[in-house]
């Protein structure tokens, strides 16, 4: 039988490719900061409007890294069964990142740094019964369905049907398999289009990544100065978009300078008003997506919760990391990716 880390390897290949957020209603939302209120009167001026209109509401503790949460929201926004049952009542999202420190310090007892954890609560904010998102069943919407209700009425989630059939559980991997690859067709995997002009050019510029591994994506810095596989780079640095805790990604200058930026698999990175010079009318950007980088002999390996979909309104707002001098960067090309600037 396959083992829960395969099964949420799984999970990770065989979700859908998308960038920014995914479509919120009033039955499946975040909890958003908001000024200076606190996660605990967020949450309790939902939980008052959840008891005006008799929906009982489960949070579900997540993060844009945490592949089974983003399979549960696919689920609450596109399943017809899931959605049906949060008509009924609210499922509300907490990401951990957003909330560092308030998230883990709302229930006692209840870890949710592990993710995704489900908790029932009643419209006092008392936690009434709490699971993980993989015990829902996440190979079948119908699993996911019956689970989310049972939470919403505070009962345990059932033993997903296929737990104990390694040939089902095998067919229904293999279904979403084919689900994503019919979803996956087609996608492009760069996209330009122009915010701006004058000599330094703004573009909004996003990657979607269509294939299951994590993969670097190099991208030049001057698009008239395509990157060449024999590139000579004089100095590098890591960064990070102060926008998002996790949003790391590297610079290198030199004969030509570039940006090295690690997209998740079947993910996407969507940056806003990214400087591009070099960019005339009628233009072109090529983009190199690889299968792997490394510096002086070492490869680059990747941050361990990248997210999954990211989304940059200022890339220049970014605080410097490591950085070092003169280097020799090698990388194997997997595809190259142009477009046409108009």
């Known amino acids: 039988m396959l083992t829960r880390p395969f099964l949420l390897a799984l999970l990770l290949l065989f979700s859908v490719p998308a960038v920014g ?16 209120q606190s996660l605990r009167d967020l949450l309790h001026a939902e939980l008052s409007d959840a008891k005006a209109k008799h929906e009982p509401v489960v949070l579900m503790f997540t993060a844009d890294w945490c592949s089974p949460c983003k399979a549960i929201k696919e689920l609450a926004e596109a399943s017809g069964a ?39 609560v009643d419209f006092d904010g008392r936690a009434q019964r709490n699971c993980f998102g993989t015990d829902l069943g996440l190979l079948s919407e119908d699993a996911v369905a019956v689970n989310l209700e049972r939470m919403l009425n505070s009962q345990a989630p059932n ?21 994503q690859w019919l979803k996956s067709k087609g996608v492009p995997t760069l996209e330009v ?25 190099l991208i030049p810095v001057n698009a008239g100065m395509p990157i060449a596989e024999t590139a000579k ?28 930026i690690p997209v998740a698999g079947y993910g996407g990175v969507e940056l806003d008003a990214w400087p591009l010079p070099g960019t005339p009318k009628g233009g072109d950007l090529v983009v190199l997506e690889l299968d792997r980088l490394s510096i002086d002999g070492q ?17 220049e707002q970014i605080a410097p990391g490591r950085n070092g001098g003169a280097v020799k960067v090698e990388f194997k090309v997997h595809a190259r990716h142009t477009v046409r600037l108009k």
């Open 21 to 36: 957020a995914h479509k919120e209603t009033r039955h499946a939302h975040y909890l958003h900061r908001k000024g200076p």
């Open 82 to 120: 899931v959605r049906k049952v949060l008509d009924k009542g609210r499922l509300i999202y907490i990401d951990v990142d957003e909330w560092r420190g308030p998230a883990q310090a709302l229930f006692q007892g209840i870890d949710v740094s592990k993710l995704p954890t489900l908790v029932s």
């Open 159 to 179: 033993k997903p049907f296929y737990a104990d059939k390694p040939d089902v559980e095998k067919q229904l991997i293999q279904h979403q398999g084919q689900a």
């Open 193 to 217: 289009a122009a915010t701006g002009s004058g000599a330094v050019r703004k573009v909004k510029l996003t990657l979607h990544n269509t294939d299951g591994p994590r993969r670097w994506f």
């Open 233 to 260: 780079v004089t100095a590098w640095r890591a960064l990070r978009w102060t926008e998002h805790v996790r949003a790391d990604y590297l610079q290198f200058d030199g004969t030509p300078p570039f940006y090295a």
């Open 299 to 315: 490869e680059q390996q990747f941050q361990p919760k990248l997210p999954y979909e990211l989304k940059i309104d200022h890339p």
